[in-house]
């Protein structure tokens, strides 16, 4: 099958930047979020992250308006009927995410479409099982920002097509331009099983009182080539994402490295959120 049109449910931080990387690789895409104000922070997501391509030398004027030719927003989920791949995008939450699922299963038409989450750390099963084409339901995280981080994780569930993922990988790469790696359905998949732990002992270190903010992220920019500290990436990831992620990841594995610091847990109730809050660790957003 060759893939032409593409949905994305979400146009969060995550959402808008997997239409952005679709629409610029030649697919037709629907973009589908709750309500208007949603909708618009979208696409000025898009249009802002396309201005910097541009600015970058990324790509043309003339690419960047074919890409916005081809990008549809919409808050009406039924604008999905006609899609081949539908990318999950929105909020790390178990609850919305099974009910987008089942809902996508009775709108997709296409028998052969492929419904794919970019959950950060939830199982994939659960998911597939809210419809009745588990086999069509399969994990494809993406890394942020998405149109400028190559990996994507394909990860199949127990029930998940084998020769359905080979297409997907094959798509990932050979269309879109980006490096796969496979993973079982295991919580956090392959990176954020690492870069979790990673993040939450940057922020008990901080709670602590152990190091600043700056000296932490300065140690691991300097002293271990990381491109940004941990501290202002969690900002960048969104500190309510971070504590989803976390939070799920210690339900089901009980290992205490993911579980949420009591200091991150208090910024979300604050709505501290990070960069999409102008606010998080840092306030120079
Ligand atoms: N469109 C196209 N290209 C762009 C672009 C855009 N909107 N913005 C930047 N670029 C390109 C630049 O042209 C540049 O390319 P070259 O290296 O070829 O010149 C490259 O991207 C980097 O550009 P800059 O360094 O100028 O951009 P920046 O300062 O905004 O940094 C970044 C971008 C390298 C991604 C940096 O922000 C970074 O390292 N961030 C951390 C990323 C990270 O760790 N992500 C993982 C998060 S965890 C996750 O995603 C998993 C999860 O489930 C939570
Ligand atoms: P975000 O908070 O920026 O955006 C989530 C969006 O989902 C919001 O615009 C919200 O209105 C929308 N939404 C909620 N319910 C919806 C529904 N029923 N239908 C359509 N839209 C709905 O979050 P994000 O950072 O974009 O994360 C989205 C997903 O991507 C999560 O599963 C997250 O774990 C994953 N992810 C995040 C990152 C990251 O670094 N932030 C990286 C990879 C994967």
Redesign the pocket.
Known sequence: MTIERAGVIGCGL?GSGIA?ILARKGLDVVVRDIDDAAVEAGRARVE??????VE????SAEDRDGALARLHFTTDLSAMADRQLVIEAASENEGIKKKIFAELDSIVTDPQAILAS?T??MPIVRFAQATSRPERVIGM?????A???PLVEIISSLLTDPAMADELDAFTTEVLGKVTIRSDDRPGFI??AL??PFLFSAIRMLEAGHATKEDIDTGMINGCA???GPIR?AD???LD??FY?GQSIYEETGDPANKPPLLLSRMVDAGLLGVKSGQGFYDDY
């Not at 995280?141 to 920002?145: E, G, L, R, V």
Request: positive net charge.
């Open positions: 995550m952005e802002k992250s396309f201005a910097k391509g970058r030398g990324k790509m970019n950060s750390s995280h993406f890394f942020n920002p149109p400028v981080q990176v954020n870069l979790i990381h491109p940004m990436l960048r990831v969104g994402t971070c992620v």
